[in-house]
């Protein structure tokens, strides 16, 4: 079992769906992430939550929304998505606070495709 | 323009043979950190440099980070084909609040 898991890891949506992707980490950090990674492209930050409070918001559209329920748990919930939302979304975790100091352990992502 | 450049954007090399990666800035980080994603997984991090002028060797792998801390590079000898993968950089630029911006990646691919 990997420090942070993902579910599910591949999705596929029409644009009025409604969908949740679900992160869970095992390893008691007190920080995470959502990233966006698309080919040829740096991984995008889009939240950051810090001992369960959202510390980090990157412009993301509305139609993207995240909840952090306790520390070991990050969810997004996505609806009404577009075909350019189509990514690869990768979820991580710090042990220390949101810098750059502090290395991220990732999961392996859930594969969005938005048809 | 991306605040960090990886060069080159893609390799293709023959099991043996040596290589070097490239990261660089025109800003100064305060550390850099190596990740490698192998296909249908997440980054995994390999090391971080934080000292200018710093050299780590993991195994085959030599990381070393620029006296100005404006570059970084990665250096595998013998390469093998469980090298195979996405090389990822990433950093924070004090001029940027510290931050963690990751490069766009190296793919190497190491053919057997």
């Known amino acids: 079992e990997t420090g942070v898991t993902q579910t599910p890891r591949h999705l596929v949506m029409g644009m009025t769906n409604k969908k949740s992707l679900k992160c869970e980490q095992h390893l008691g950090h007190n920080a995470m992430y959502w990233y966006k990674q698309s080919a040829k492209k740096p991984l995008e930050l889009m939240f950051v939550?810090?001992?369960?409070?959202?510390?980090e918001n990157n412009s993301v559209p509305s139609r993207f929304s995240p909840e952090c329920p306790n520390s070991s748990h990050l969810f997004l919930h996505l609806h009404t998505l577009q075909p350019e939302d189509s990514a690869l979304y990768l979820c991580?975790?710090?042990?220390?606070?949101?810098?750059?100091?502090?290395?991220?352990?990732f999961g392996n992502g859930t594969r969005l495709t938005v048809t | 323009t991306q605040l960090l450049e990886q060069s080159p954007q893609f390799l293709s090399i023959q099991e043996g043979e040596n290589l070097t990666v490239y990261c660089n800035s025109s800003?100064?980080?305060?550390?850099l950190q190596w990740y490698r994603q192998e296909p249908g997984e997440g980054p995994v991090l390999l090391v971080t440099v934080v000292t200018g002028g710093e050299v780590k060797k993991l195994k085959r792998l030599t990381f070393q980070f620029g006296d100005a801390r404006k570059d970084s590079s990665l250096h595998i000898t013998a390469a093998q084909p469980g090298d195979t993968g996405l090389y990822l950089c990433a950093g924070g630029a004090m001029e940027y609040g510290n931050k963690l911006v990751f490069g766009a990646g190296t793919i190497l691919r190491v053919k057997s």
């Open positions: 991580a975790s710090s042990q220390g606070p949101y810098s750059a100091n502090s290395p991220l352990h």
């Open positions: 800003s100064v980080f305060s550390s």
């Open positions: 939550y810090s001992l369960e409070e959202r510390v």
